[in-house]
């Protein structure tokens, strides 16, 4: 079956502070991964994406993931945060082999303290 | 220039009515989807069309009914509402070969009295 962990389901980091949220997954399958944010009643922004190739990759917003095959995680980082990044955020996989269905992790709660 | 758009943006029902939510993309994909985030924030898979045949059904009651008069609308029917289908639904779609990226609607706000 598929499944992703965000094991933390909220974290406080203060204005400034770097951040590391973490994504595990498992799947039979190649995967495709994916970080997504929300943002209060809102609906579901893209910040970056792996498909294939370089294992770090830069999203929007100053947001990187690294995908580690071995470790089945894709963690997403950035090194300074701002107030206007508090939000919530879902780590996602999906596969060819699976209909390209996303299969979404419960989401972690991201606030920021100035 | 809306990518994925849905209608109505809130919805509010008494049980037991039949509602209808409509998607509609002007991407230029071939394939859409259905999602319900629930109460707890948890987003699931509910259907998949593509090129207006249907391809994913995630064991989904079937007082939903998903209809795709063409491929870029995917719209969504409930039968019978029930107070457990308050949610927000996602529409979402996806173009094909290499761009496997799915973009998301805004969402509906769906409440179930």
């Known amino acids: 079956a598929q499944s992703v962990t965000q094991p933390d389901i909220h974290i406080t980091v203060s204005e400034g502070a770097s951040l590391e949220l973490r994504c595990n997954y498992s799947y039979g399958a190649t995967p495709y991964l994916f970080w997504y944010v929300q943002s209060p009643g809102q609906g579901l922004q893209l910040l970056l994406k792996y498909f294939s190739g370089d294992t770090l990759v830069q999203g929007i917003k100053g947001f990187e993931a690294e995908f580690k095959r071995s470790q089945s995680s894709f963690n997403l980082r950035k090194p300074s945060v701002h107030w206007s990044d508090a939000a919530e955020y879902f780590c996602a996989v999906g596969a060819r082999e699976y209909g390209n269905k996303l299969v979404f992790g419960a989401g972690t709660i991201l606030r920021v303290k100035s | 220039d809306t990518a994925v758009s849905q209608t109505p943006k809130y919805l509010v029902t008494q049980m037991g009515n039949d509602k209808s939510i409509k998607c509609e993309q002007n991407l230029g994909h071939d394939t859409m989807y259905w999602y319900k985030q629930d109460s707890k924030k948890f987003l699931k898979i509910m259907f998949s069309?593509?090129?207006?045949?249907?391809?994913i059904n995630e064991t989904v009651p079937n007082r939903f009914s998903p209809k795709s008069p063409d491929k870029a609308h995917l719209n969504l029917h409930i039968n019978s509402l029930e107070l457990g289908d308050s949610a927000v639904y996602f529409c979402?779609?996806?173009?094909?070969?290499?761009?496997?990226?799915?973009?998301f609607g805004p969402g509906t706000r769906l409440l179930v009295l």
């Open positions: 979402a779609s996806r173009g094909g070969g290499s761009k496997e990226t799915q973009y």
């Open positions: 069309y593509n090129n207006k045949e249907l391809i």
